[in-house]
């Protein structure tokens, strides 16, 4: 599929089985809830993007995401240690969107955030950081097809995701000078890449988990709570 806006300015809402090359949200004639159309050049700014991906395993957990808001934009980046339970995390928040590129091809998967403080990169293939405490480069070892989803927010907005678990891993993170070998299938990822029209005030408390069973077979945990206020 080319296009997510079609050349008439609408959207399908639902489950999407083929894959979509290019996420054209600039092309949706958003409105507001009295049907007045908005200007693309607010359009672009109203539009809200993020892309997370995460590896968990019996010695760590580790996440990272890259959010664009236009104008704010949020880079962030964990380790969680299992045996002492301690987190080490870097995060850093910039006016504008500086620092943060996501691209609007869903399928091209490249998104990096990139400051004095620290930098990550996360693309279809691949996850990188290099922080005061933390670095890390850790491959997915083969393409997993996504559950490709479309949904209405607010009165006329939408949401277009696209999250992709278990993913198979291999790598190494080190984290305040301890290295862990990171490789399936103890250790598994997971990713979510999020664009669309969301309400103002959006609130979510969301968990998601990928692991695999004693007979092999691949684990998925999901729960996702989504408030939206204004």
Not at 95 to 108: D, W
Not at 149 to 160: F, K, P, S
Request: net charge positive.
């Amino acid at each position: 599929m080319a296009n997510l806006v079609s050349s008439d300015g609408k959207i399908r809402y639902g489950f999407y089985e083929e894959p979509v090359d290019n996420i054209n949200y600039l092309d949706y004639p958003l409105e507001t809830p009295f049907g007045k159309k908005i200007p693309r050049l607010l359009r672009k700014t109203i539009a809200n993007q993020f892309h997370f991906a995460g590896v968990i395993g019996p010695d760590v957990m580790v996440g990272m995401a890259v959010v664009d808001l236009k104008y704010l934009a949020n880079g962030f980046l964990y380790v969680y240690e299992r045996g002492s339970k301690a987190i080490t995390e870097t995060k850093k928040v910039t006016p504008f969107g500086i620092g943060a590129n996501i691209s609007t091809g869903a399928r091209i998967y490249d998104s990096s955030f990139s400051s004095k403080e620290f930098g990550i990169t996360i693309t279809a293939f691949r996850m990188m950081a290099e922080a005061p405490d933390i670095s890390l480069d850790i491959k997915f070892a083969r393409r997993v097809e996504p559950l490709r989803l479309c949904t209405r927010a607010g009165y006329r907005g939408w949401v277009y995701m696209e999250k992709t678990s278990p993913i198979p891993v291999s790598g190494k993170v080190t984290c305040k000078a301890k290295t862990y070998e990171i490789s399936s299938p103890d250790y598994m990822g997971l990713m979510d890449w999020t664009v669309g029209y969301m309400r103002r005030d959006t609130y979510w408390a969301w968990a998601a988990t990928a692991s695999t069973l004693p007979d092999g077979r691949s684990r998925i945990l999901a729960t996702s709570c989504m408030i939206c206020l204004g």
